[in-house]
């Protein structure tokens, strides 16, 4: 051991580079294309061709005779498979629960929607043969809008669904409270909001590989998966209906997910059935990019009408809001989740409303399925909100900033509850990072440069636009979240595994799991510190249910709150057995042992100190142990959090309107962000740039549009417009730090936070430059084309 | 994203590769492959051989000789990187810097953009502006192909099945000025409306001969008549310039999508044909 009587080095904190990094970028990854297996083979998947139709037939015959192909099979092959589960029902509401099959059976509800699947020596041959295949089928009326699938006359698309009503859920008070603030409000406003459908577009996409073991019975599915524990559960328990125990889930390096790779897919317990129907050949499937926009979960697609109470000073009295969800033409794993509990229930933001009446109606409609998306629920309530307060500065003529203050929750009224259902708000300081945000951006300056090109006549305008966000993290006491409460069908708790060898190097084990995150690098930055061995030394392990304890996954930015509470409450449990047993090699009193940078030694002699490898070496060969002491340094956590987290701050846009052309150039971006404590900076702020970067594509770029017979008209990415690094501009990124109460590291989360702040503050930009035009609202993506049109008409 | 199957071919030569062709009725020309094999993975397009000139050499290099020769096979990182191209023929390089992104650039070639005649290529309409002529070669011998004959419709040339483009020609005069501009489309970096013009000016900035090229909202790089009528003969000023623009659409039939209307495009083509015009005339002649 080195140097050890120098200060320990902290590294939480510190802005290490990530130590996944030289794998991933110089291409000795593995992801789950580079799994070859012996034997292999390769699945393509037939996909409909309409929105919505009866199946009358499936002709396989050119298909199965054609080179390489080993076998063809219908829905009709599969009976034996049960629906996949929706895992997250709305909570003490009916759900009208329509899942998809593996393969359709009957009907289908959606283009893309899987019908047939073929297995062949190459994905050439199988690509081959599925367009060889041919469908009949009846074609039935196609509905793709919300609002219109609920209304009468609309096509039905499920028999237990009326009016293809998914869910209709409330929170908040009573309407008819909220509609009496309304009407005792000096101010009302009312305003249509679309919260346009997005696709997640993961650089790298979906697929499985499953393998049977004819000898053993045991299954192995390689996934691209956030949540391998959990698609064990659904895939044995809910679909297959074998054993938990007799089923492998490896997820390999997966290059992004932003959500949509959470959820169960068809082809993983497809893959699996297949295999066996093989006599155990392994089978792969791996979506191409079409194939991923058609039938990978889509994100948001929230149409609202908000009705908005104010005082003539700003104070936000009364919000009543109604929410149509458009989920697609089933519910996907977490489906009915997001619009109500992770939205529903944050459309407060960071503000004290007395009254908030929210009403959610999910719907099917003849789609992809939607579910959650980076930082789903979250971003369509701070947009909304976002877009409520400069609709109120708007018409009081309150400085945009002030209406933020003015309603702003203050720091001492945390623990806050937003009389919403939301857990309460474990701490805050909302107004430092909104003021130092606009110090940064000059937003005095701006506003005199925003009036002289309007008087000018400039052609290109200037516009600015806040965003005060909050969002939900750490997801989540199990308690609240679970059946009884907010319906999850399970508990949101979280693993960890922290495990010293004889030679003293550590291996943890986490049920969390990276898929762009670094979790290889802050896990082991925190427990270099908390047990004071060299962060060389720390491995860690995950993406495997074979030898990871059961752990729910990653999303919800909840690996560092929950994931990383149970390392550390793992550690501290390997520290204090390791405390014990050098008291006994020291033959000291424990409590005369000071345990420092990974020694122990008797207080006031710190040179005849025991370290962690001299421990871990004693507790291992077992010789001389303490009586009752069991071998090894070994320590398991279960983790479950007492709250959520709540991590905030205040982004603020600049943009630059061309008058001519309506194309907007985004000028600057400040953040000042929030996420309690951080373990890497560095990561933190990656974290951030990706959020931002996703975010203000929605409010300029991006938008999945169907047309009114199902077809998905932005099928590929040269109609789905995600942003480029040449679309992006400078990020000017700063923090505050308000720990968190909830975990003993203090840290929120920050995984999300970039997206859910800056879809609002680059809307209300653009706006703001045209707002004096009489402009109050336009819909998103701010194309440049909506905003010539919205100029054109406003001058008009 | 896999394609059909197909046979590949690779000729050494251009005889050798009109060889191919003509025993091949249903073969591709591969040249940077940016347009055909996206289709091909999408199978919209299933050629049942490719003809890959990537081996040809004399279908490379760039040569100044009174004008600019170009070979087919010349990427646009080529064209965008070359000095003489720059010197004598600014736009081209110009245009051929916001075609795609850098990978497309380092594949992509100019023989490739001619021959495909994509509606919303930039480089399409910057060779109609700039009066160039293609050399191609078939069974029937060589021929010269000038850029007012060579483009015909929606992804359509006048060049036959068994035809390779073999040199691109710019000719070079005094006098001249141009520009490019386009608004582009955020997904693809395809012009929505982009357009090129090249001005022979006089003294007391006269214009002596005017052509300009729109693509983007046309089904294939369009002359700009009107407004290369209300140029030549006039002294060139604002007020000359906002006259051209305002009547550029004139005549033109535009298309429409879901990102970009034919009414907004239209609107575009006056927008972009005002500062092609403007900043071409800033940059003065060469």
Known sequence: ?796 | MFPSQFDYYRPSSIAEAVGLLGANPDAKILAGGHSLLPAMKLRLAAPGALVDLGRIQELRGIRVNGGVTLGAMTTYEEIQDSAEVRQRVPMLAEAAGTVGDPQVRARGTLGGSLAHSDPAADLTAVFLALGGEVAAVGSGGERTISADDLFVDLLTTSLQPDEVITQIRFPVNGGTAMAYEKQEHPASGYAIVGVAAVLQLGDGNVCQSARLAVTGCTSKATRLSSAEAALVGQPLNDERIMQAAQGAAEGLEINGDLYASEEYRRHLVTVMTRRVLQRALSTGTN
């Not at chain 1, 194939?291 to 000073?313: F, M």
């Not at chain 1, 896990?523 to 249910?545: K, N």
């Open chain 1, 1 to 796: 051991m080195s140097a050890t009587l120098d200060a320990p080095r902290k590294l939480v904190g510190q802005p290490l580079k990530r130590r996944e990094d030289p794998r991933l970028i110089t291409g000795a990854a593995g992801f789950l294309d580079d799994v070859k297996l012996p034997g292999m083979t390769h699945a393509g998947v037939l996909r409909s061709t309409v929105g919505h139709a009866r199946i009358r037939s499936i002709d396989k015959s050119r298909a199965t005779a054609m080179p390489g192909v080993i076998a063809v099979y219908t829905g009709q092959d599969f009976l034996d498979l049960n629906p996949l589960p929706c895992a997250w029902q709305a909570g003490k509401v009916q759900n009208n629960v329509n899942t998809p099959r593996v393969l359709a059976v009957d009907e289908v509800h959606h283009v893309g929607d899987p019908v047939a699947v073929v297995v062949a020596e190459t994905p050439y041959q199988a690509a081959d043969a599925v367009e060889a295949m041919a469908v009949d089928y009846e074609e039935l009326p196609v509905v793709v809008d919300a609002k219109r699938a609920t209304e009468e006359g609309a096509p039905q698309l499920h028999e237990n669904a009326p009016n293809n009503v998914v869910l209709q859920w409330t929170c908040g008070k009573d309407a008819s409270e909220v509609d009496a603030a309304l009407a005792a409000s000096p101010v009302r406003l009312d305003q249509h909001i679309v919260n346009q459908r997005l696709i997640p577009t993961p650089m790298e996409t979906r697929g499985a590989i499953g393998r049977y073991d004819p000898g053993t019975g045991d299954y192995t599915l390689w996934a691209t998966s956030q949540a391998p524990h959990v698609m064990r559960l659904l895939i044995t328990a809910f679909v297959m209906g074998i054993p938990e125990n007799k089923l492998r889930v490896i997820a390999p390096d997966v290059g992004g997910g932003f959500g949509a790779k959470i959820f169960l897919y068809y082809d993983m317990p497809l893959t699996l059935a297949l295999s066996k129907k093989l006599g155990g050949r392994p089978v792969k499937f791996v979506e191409d990019r079409s194939e991923n926009y058609l039938s990978t979960t889509h994100g948001r697609d929230h149409v609202t009408d908000v009705q908005i109470g104010a005082t003539e000073d700003g104070h936000i009295t009364a919000l009543k809001v109604k929410t149509y969800a458009n989920l697609g033409g089933y519910l996907s794993t977490i489906a009915p989740g997001i619009p109500t509990t992770l939205y529903g229930r944050m459309v407060a933001g960071c503000y004290k409303i007395p009254n908030i009446h929210v009403d959610v109606t999910g719907v099917y409609t003849n789609t992809s399925m939607v579910d959650a998306y980076r930082g789903a629920g979250r971003p369509e309530a701070a947009y909304l909100i976002e877009r409520v307060c400069d609709l109120v500065a708007d018409a009081t003529g309150v400085d945009p900033a002030d209406v933020r203050r003015r309603n702003f929750i203050q720091p001492d009224d945390f623990p806050f509850d937003t009389g919403i259902g939301m857990l309460p708000y474990d701490s805050g300081d909302y107004e430092p990072a909104l003021n130092r945000a606009l110090e940064i951006v000059g937003y005095e300056d701006l506003k005199q440069e925003q009036a002289r090109r309007r008087v000018g006549g400039e052609n290109r305008l200037i516009g600015f636009g806040l965003s005060s966000y909050v969002e939900v993290c750490g997801v989540a006491p199990s308690k609240w979240i679970g059946l009884p409460g907010e319906g999850w069908g399970a508990g949101l708790w979280e693993s960890a595994n922290v495990r010293v060898h004889l030679t003293g190097k550590v291996v943890v084990t986490t049920g969390t799991l990276p898929h762009g995150q670094g979790h290889e690098t802050s896990f082991a930055q925190l427990v270099a510190d908390e047990l004071g061995v060299p962060y060389e030394d720390i491995e860690i392990r995950h993406s495997d249910t074979q030898g990871t304890p059961f752990g729910f996954g990653t999303y919800g930015s909840r690996s560092a709150s929950v994931g990383g509470t149970a390392i550390f409450k793992s550690v501290a449990k390997v520290r204090e057995k390791a405390k014990k047993l050098a008291a006994h090699m020291l033959e000291a009193a424990e409590e005369d042992i000071v345990w420092e940078n990974g020694r122990a030694y008797v207080k006031g002699s710190p040179d005849a100190a025991k370290t962690i490898g001299e421990i871990a070496l004693q507790a291992s060969v077992a010789y001389d142990l303490p009586e009752g002491m069991e071998p090894y340094l070994d320590e398991t956590t279960y983790y479950d959090p007492p709250n959520c987290t709540f991590p905030f701050g205040t982004h603020v846009c600049v943009v630059e309107v061309d008058q001519d052309t309506g194309q907007v150039e985004l000028n600057r971006y400040v953040a000042v962000d929030d996420v309690g404590n951080v373990i890497n900076p560095l990561i933190v702020d990656g974290q951030i740039h990706g959020g931002i970067a996703q975010g203000l594509a929605q409010a300029l770029y991006e938008g999945a549009v169907y047309s009114d017979d199902g077809e998905l008209i932005t099928g590929t990415m040269n109609d789905y417009a995600i942003p480029k690094a040449t679309m992006v501009p400078i990020y000017e990124l700063e923090r505050t730090v308000t720990p968190s109460p909830t975990n003993p590291m203090g840290v929120k989360g920050a995984g999300e936070a970039g997206t859910i702040a800056s879809t609002p503050a680059v809307a209300n930009a653009v706006i703001d430059a045209v707002s004096h035009l009489g402009i109050r609202h336009l819909d998103m993506p701010l194309t440049p084309e909506k905003l010539w049109r919205a100029m054109r008409m406003a001058q008009a």
